[in-house]
């Protein structure tokens, strides 16, 4: 008998930047999921065909794919996209929402007659745009920050608005892209003169093809929910979304002089049990039913306990590399069961503990580029069995990230892990920026 033959795309590693460079910092993110969904796909016995950008073909070792095809410079990826999707039975699509390529990836799929594994359009499509989002919230009481779009004069963003909207909403604020992905370009704004200062510097950084808006910023914690929307039926009798975990999420957005970034997080956060509660009490009038597969919401906790949600990621995120690492189920089986409507009898556990966290390195020794490609990777890979993604430059400069998941007990066990994982790269010459 065949194995099913399923397709697992990523974007930023499988060829959507090949016209253009690659940050480090996205493709450490990118890889690890790829690899690790592959890698718990396998374990089902699929056959699996991926797609990877020339620049890290070296790295195909390290995927757990039967065909992996190289996408060249200057191709354009959509070819081999299509391609691998009519020879597959199954496609899982990691793609960021963003000028609409999460949708029109899944609706390649969809228009093939395939089966889809990732998130469903209809999650796409409803929460790909943060007002949308919003939108949904507010209609199922469901506590989230004021949000506005922000109008255009002349391809530029309204100030008089903002400041207007900003004063009414009271400060701290936030300006980011309207279909924004994580952390992306979030500004963060304490008062008028900031954001007039900003303004007078040409909108530094904001993109003027791209819609943004304006948000109140709500102090406390971030964390994030780890959800499985499934197919009901009476006979599973299983609660739709199934909260799989609740992560801890390592942002930085207040820093002015410096790019907002995701940095990782940990998994399962302290006091799940009552959170999870405090979360089914919250969104007991919202209706999750149709939005299928693997999705996350970003929230807020503040130091009362009350939650505000902020946003809701139609797609596979950085999470699952800490969550498949904890729960007692493989998180691909979950996915695939959810999907064909076999999901039942579920005893969801949380057994171990994972930091994941992006690592950004300078490399002081001289290693020839085929030495540490062909040689050091391997062995870093072998020695250190966290590593998710190895220490990589993209640009083949001093400057190298890489991603690591730990799984052990309990967070201080973890956080030793972590340290003496540090302490190897700096043996190796790598001093730790971050």
């Known amino acids: 008998m065949n194995k099913d033959i399923i397709f697992i795309f990523e974007f930023i590693s499988g060829g959507g930047f090949s016209f253009t460079k690659m940050p480090n910092s996205l493709f450490c993110e990118g890889f690890g999921m790829l690899k690790t969904i592959i890698s718990d796909f396998k374990l089902l016995n699929f056959e699996i065909i991926t797609l990877l950008d020339y620049r890290v ?13 190289e996408v060249k410079a200057d191709e354009n990826y959509l070819v081999n996209f299509k391609k691998a999707v009519r020879e597959s039975k199954y496609s899982f699509i990691i793609a960021p929402e963003s000028s609409n390529i999460l949708y029109e990836l899944t609706k390649i799929v969809k228009d093939y007659d395939k089966e889809l594994l990732s998130t469903n359009l209809s999650c796409i499509i409803q ?3 943060k007002i949308k989002t919003f939108d949904y919230f507010k209609k199922n009481d469901i506590p989230t920050p004021t949000t506005y779009r922000i109008p255009k004069i002349r391809s530029y963003l309204n100030v008089d608005f903002i400041i207007q909207k900003s004063n009414k909403i009271g400060y701290p604020i936030v300006i980011k892209p309207e279909d924004g992905v994580g952390s992306e370009s979030i500004y963060f704004f304490e008062g008028e003169d900031q954001i007039l200062d900003f303004f007078e510097k040409s909108n530094k950084g904001l993109e003027q093809n791209r819609s943004y808006v ?3 910023f709500i102090e406390g914690r971030d964390l994030s929910l780890s959800l499985l929307g499934c197919s009901q039926s009476k006979k599973t009798q299983i609660t739709n979304p199934i909260i799989l975990s609740i992560n801890s999420q390592h942002i930085n957005i207040r820093n002015q002089n410096a790019k907002s970034e995701y940095y990782g997080g940990s998994t399962p ?21 149709k939005f299928k597969g693997y999705f996350g919401i970003d929230f807020i906790k503040q130091s009362n306990s009350s ?8 797609r596979l995120t950085t999470s699952y590399l800490g969550l498949r690492n904890v729960i007692n189920y493989n998180c691909a089986e979950l996915i695939y069961k959810s999907k064909i409507n076999s999901l039942k009898n579920l005893d969801l556990k949380i057994l171990n503990y994972s930091l994941f966290s992006r690592i950004d390195l300078l490399l002081n020794n001289y290693y020839p580029t085929k030495h540490l490609n062909k040689h050091l990777l391997p062995k870093l890979m072998k020695e250190i069995p966290e590593l998710v993604t190895p220490p990589i430059s993209i640009d083949k400069s001093n400057q190298y990230s890489c991603l690591v998941a730990t799984k052990t007990k309990d967070y201080p066990s973890s956080k030793r892990r972590m340290d003496e994982i540090y302490q190897y790269f700096k043996r190796l010459g790598f001093d730790i920026v971050r």
């Open 57 to 69: 073909s070296f790295l195909s070792k390290f995927l757990q794919a039967d065909i992996i095809r």
């Open 127 to 129: 929460f790909t745009s």
């Open 214 to 216: 304006l948000q109140e």
């Open 269 to 289: 956060v302290d006091g799940i049990e009552e959170l999870i509660e405090n979360f089914e009490k919250s969104v007991k009038k919202a209706d999750f039913s």
């Open 307 to 314: 939650f505000y949600f902020i946003e809701l990621n139609p």
